[in-house]
């Protein structure tokens, strides 16, 4: 009987640490290319291809050295953890304005259309200082895909 409950609770712990390690978190792309698999494994075939650098994927599982990700349109698939970084990047879901400081009273730089890809400086009070092409400023941290930490 106690063997039993040893190995019973024994696969309930092993269960529990695989619920904890498949943890959802925001993910970067690190390269300007990188192959989405439909398994995790390189034998797999490749399902679609990202030619994006830094952008935030969401990964929702994982498998030895691969990662299962979903992205803003939703699509998924695998891709191996050498292709990926903590997360450093955001995509807007509406047109938001860049500001010169962390306030809505400062001056605004420019307006920023909903779907761009903005790389995180820092954080502080919900505001965030990010950079988009030729332009750095301050954004406020709402109605976005991506993590900001």
Known sequence: MIKKITIWL???????IQFISAE????SLKKKKVNVRYGPSFDSKIKY????????????DKKENF???VDLQNNSGW??????????????LE???????????????VRLERGRLLIIKNCENK??????????????AENIWGSIK
Request: net charge positive; hydrophobic share 40%.
């Open 67 to 69: 990662r299962r990700i």
């Open 95 to 109: 047109n938001r304005i860049l500001f010169k400081k962390p306030s809505n009273l400062s001056r605004p730089i």
């Open 127 to 140: 505001w965030c200082k990010v950079t988009s092409d030729d332009h750095s400023g301050w954004l406020k």
């Open 10 to 16: 024994l696969c309930l712990s092993i269960l529990s």
């Open 79 to 92: 891709i191996h953890i050498s292709q990926l970084k903590s997360s450093n990047s955001i995509i807007i």
């Open 24 to 27: 959802e978190k925001f993910l």
């Open 49 to 60: 291809i990202y030619k994006k650098i830094n952008l935030p994927i969401k990964q929702i």
